[in-house]
């Protein structure tokens, strides 16, 4: 259950190691399943499908060093697209989010 019969995912990130933008990190990801995919609703006593559909997550970061340690700051914009979907059993995949995260080597 939840299984497509194909799926393609591509993720793409690429860091600049040199020049003014420096430590300056941009990716891409795509994910896309093919439908339909059988879910489980056995509580509901039919048979529900997942269609076909396509996920786009887009990230930004910057890495510098903050106090001498290596700091890095990311957003993740997910859900690009606020692809609607059911995910695995049921449950329905998290809209268009972002979250925002840092971290440093100790």
Same mark, same amino acid.
Do not use: C, H, I
């Given at each position: ?5 194909? *799926? ?8 600049? %190691? *040199? ?5 300056? +990190? *941009? ?8 439908? #339909?995919?059988?879910? @489980?609703?056995?509580?509901? =006593?039919?048979? +529900? ?5 396509? $996920? ?9 060093? +903050?106090?001498?340690?290596? %700091? ?5 914009? @997910?859900?690009? %697209? ?10 329905? *995949?998290? #809209?268009? =989010?972002? $979250?925002?995260?840092?971290?440093? @080597?100790?």
């Amino acid at each position: 259950k939840g299984v497509s019969p194909n *799926a393609v995912s591509l993720w793409l990130k690429y860091e600049l %190691t *040199a020049g003014p933008l420096n430590g300056l +990190v *941009a990716g891409t990801g795509y994910q896309w399943r093919e439908g #339909p995919m059988p879910l @489980d609703a056995s509580f509901q =006593r039919k048979f +529900v499908t997942q269609e076909s559909y396509g $996920r786009l997550d887009v990230l930004l970061g910057y890495s510098t060093r +903050v106090f001498g340690k290596l %700091t890095k700051f990311q957003l993740n914009l @997910d859900n690009v %697209t606020d692809e609607f979907y059911a995910d695995k059993a049921l449950g329905y *995949a998290d #809209p268009y =989010r972002w $979250r925002f995260t840092v971290g440093m @080597d100790f």
